[in-house]
Structure formats: structure tokens, C-alpha cells
């Protein structure tokens, strides 16, 4: 089946950083991106990665590892309203090229 | 302001009784999705709407039917069918057929009793 494992908690405190992993099995995989919500909201796209490497976006950063079909999802400087839950998605080329969410990570940022 | 607006935020009904969601968008976007999301759970693809007057089952469409009669608004009916109906709606869209960045609207939480 296709399927992406991340971890379900994760508690940093302020200022520090954390790292949110992502494993994934999906056929015809051609990329992950990373979605935050807030409880309660709506999830926002943070950053998405088609190439093996690191996509930096200010505090956030991204990382893929396509022959691990490996990625994370790095934050620096942790806030408080860093705390949140945050998805890992992945596109494929099957089935119309829909998104295959993870589970989600729930990140307790303590002060 | 562009976005994707859900109504209500919150619907109760009885079991039995079909219910509409109401999604619409003014982000000149092509492709709109329905997704479920329960408790502590990712989220599932309902249906999916590439163009105007198109739409395709997604992983869970069992019970659920949608329309997309205008570019802007993409309804979302859970039937009587749909055996457990309680859950957190979110619509989204995008600017082309399954992008990778999809921009979500703020969710309708449906308790059916």
C-alpha cells in the first residue's frame, strides 16, 4: 500500500531546534511537502522538496532523501506558535497525482 | 483577500439526514478537494474536482457527493449512506490538478447524532 510514518509527538523547548522525520512508501513518488495546522485550522504549506537536498525557507528547512525515501522537516529558533501539528504529504505520478498525507507529528513547544 | 471560505464552522444533525458543506473560493484556482480529517489522523481525499463540471472519486467517496457547477464552489453533500459521518471537512485548492501546494480553507467540524 502506500503509506507515510512520522512520528505522532515531539515536545523542543523555546529557542531550540527539532527535527520531524518522514518515511515513506508510495509508488510513482515524485515529492514531499510539509503542511502545518494549527488545532483546530487550517493546514498551510511550508515547503516541499522534488530533489534530494535541503530547501531552506527562513527558520523552516526541508530535507529528501529519495533513495532512503527519507525526508524531514527541520525548525530552528523554536517559538511558542511553533507548536502545532505538521504533516508530511506526499505527490505521486499514480491516481490523478493526489497528495498522500502522513498522519501528522504533534509538535509542544515548551517554554 | 483571496482565499477559501468554509460555512458553517461548526454543523450538528441528526443521524438519517443528508448535509450540505459549502466550500467556495476566489483564488481563480482550477482543481478543489474535499478531504476528512478525524482525531490524530491525516488527511483522506473525499473527491476531487480538476475543471468546472468534472469530478473524481477520491479514497473515501462512499457516502459522499459533490458538484462543481461554477469555478468558485465546489459543495460537498454527506449522505445518509455515510456510516460515520462525524468529522473535521476541509476544502482545498489549486492552482493546477493535485499541486503539491494546496491552500486549505478553515474546516467544518460535522457531528452527527
Known amino acids: 500500500g502506500q503509506s507515510l510514518e512520522q512520528p505522532s509527538e515531539v515536545t523542543a523547548v523555546e529557542g531550540a531546534i527539532v527535527q520531524i522525520n518522514c518515511t515513506y512508501q508510495?509508488?510513482?513518488?515524485?515529492?514531499l511537502s510539509w503542511y502545518q495546522q494549527h488545532d483546530g485550522g487550517a493546514p498551510t504549506f511550508l515547503s516541499y522538496n522534488a530533489l534530494d537536498g535541503l530547501e531552506e525557507t527562513g527558520r523552516f528547512s526541508s530535507f529528501l532523501s529519495r533513495s532512503d525515501s527519507y525526508g524531514y522537516l527541520l525548525l530552528q529558533e523554536l517559538q511558542m506558535k511553533d507548536s502545532a501539528s505538521y504533516f508530511c504529504?506526499?505527490?505521486?505520478?499514480?491516481?490523478?497525482?493526489?497528495?498522500?498525507f502522513g498522519q501528522g507529528t504533534e509538535l509542544s513547544v515548551k517554554p | 483577500d483571496g482565499g477559501i471560505t468554509q460555512s458553517p464552522k461548526y454543523l450538528f444533525r441528526k443521524e438519517g439526514q443528508n448535509v450540505t458543506l459549502s466550500c467556495e473560493q476566489n483564488l481563480n484556482h482550477d482543481a478543489m478537494y474535499w478531504y476528512r480529517q478525524d482525531p490524530g489522523q491525516g488527511l483522506r481525499l473525499i473527491y476531487y474536482s480538476q475543471i468546472v463540471n468534472d469530478f473524481q472519486k477520491g479514497d473515501i467517496a462512499e457516502g459522499y457527493s459533490v458538484s462543481r457547477e461554477k469555478k468558485e464552489s465546489f459543495p460537498l453533500t454527506v449522505t445518509s449512506a455515510q456510516k460515520n459521518p462525524t468529522a473535521f471537512y476541509l476544502c482545498?485548492?489549486?492552482?493546477?490538478?493535485?499541486?503539491?501546494?494546496?491552500?486549505f480553507g478553515p474546516g467544518t467540524r460535522l457531528t452527527v447524532t
Open positions: 508510495t509508488s510513482g513518488f515524485y515529492g
Open positions: 482545498a485548492s489549486s492552482g493546477q490538478a493535485f499541486s503539491y501546494e494546496q491552500y
Open positions: 504529504a506526499a505527490s505521486t505520478y499514480n491516481q490523478g497525482g493526489k497528495l498522500i
